[in-house]
């Protein structure tokens, strides 16, 4: 599959646990987005990567999340001391460089349960 | 802030008949508009956006800026249609790809 690949698929996690998920974009995609969507709710826009530099944060990123693509290849979304409200599917997408208005490819999502 | 409604969380219609997937936004500004899908078990894909004036798998959108609405159409409904559908907006000042999505609505075709 040379989509978008995200891992893990699923994590549950307690409490005030750390955890990350990886983004691998489709190869020569220098454009990398994470989303994130609750149930019953569309995506949410919550970061933008082009290449390795993080150009765009959104207001629900709180200073628990941390988002990194260190050789503007993957990426990698970490959340400190998980909440409960935390738990929704992550998703990742990325789009080619272009002069805007080409379409993102999606991955399959990280399904994160917090106990 | 801009923002996307989806009226409709389901959408049951029988096969051959016509769909018509509502969509609303406010934005005060010229927003580019998309429809995403996600059938079952499958990724979240584009289908099709107002600028390319395009018909993908016989669905069209049209923008009415009077109306500030996107609605998506299709005159015979099948049952590969059934899906989740998405109405998405990007502002004019926005980043590319910084989607702003509505909730979706469920769409059911039956035989």
């Known amino acids: 599959d040379t989509g978008v690949s995200q891992d893990p698929r699923h994590k549950i996690t307690k409490r005030g646990q750390n955890v990350t998920f990886r983004c691998d974009p489709i190869s020569e995609h220098n454009r990398l987005y994470w989303y994130r969507q609750t149930l019953g709710q569309g995506p949410e826009f919550l970061t933008y990567f082009q290449n390795e530099a993080q150009l765009e944060k959104s207001r629900l990123l709180s200073d628990r999340f941390s988002a990194e693509r260190p050789k503007g290849s993957f990426s990698t979304l970490e959340i400190q001391r998980t909440e409960q409200g935390d738990s929704a599917m992550y998703l990742c997408a990325s789009s080619p460089r272009g002069t805007g208005s080409e379409k993102l490819f999606f991955g399959s999502g990280t399904q994160l349960s917090v106990l | ?111």
């Open chain 2, 1 to 111: 802030a801009q923002r996307v409604t989806q009226p409709e969380k389901l959408l049951s219609v029988f096969k051959g008949a016509p769909v018509e997937l509502k969509c609303n936004y406010s934005y005060s500004g010229s927003p580019e508009l998309f429809w995403y899908v996600q059938y079952s078990r499958q990724r979240l894909q584009l289908l099709l956006r107002h600028i390319s004036r395009e018909s993908i798998k016989g669905f069209t959108a049209d923008l009415n800026k009077g109306e500030t609405s996107f609605h998506l159409k299709k005159p015979f409904a099948q049952e590969e249609d059934s899906a989740m559908y998405y109405c998405a907006l990007i502002a004019s000042t926005d980043s590319w790809g910084k989607l702003q999505f509505g909730a979706g609505t469920q769409v059911v075709v039956t035989p």
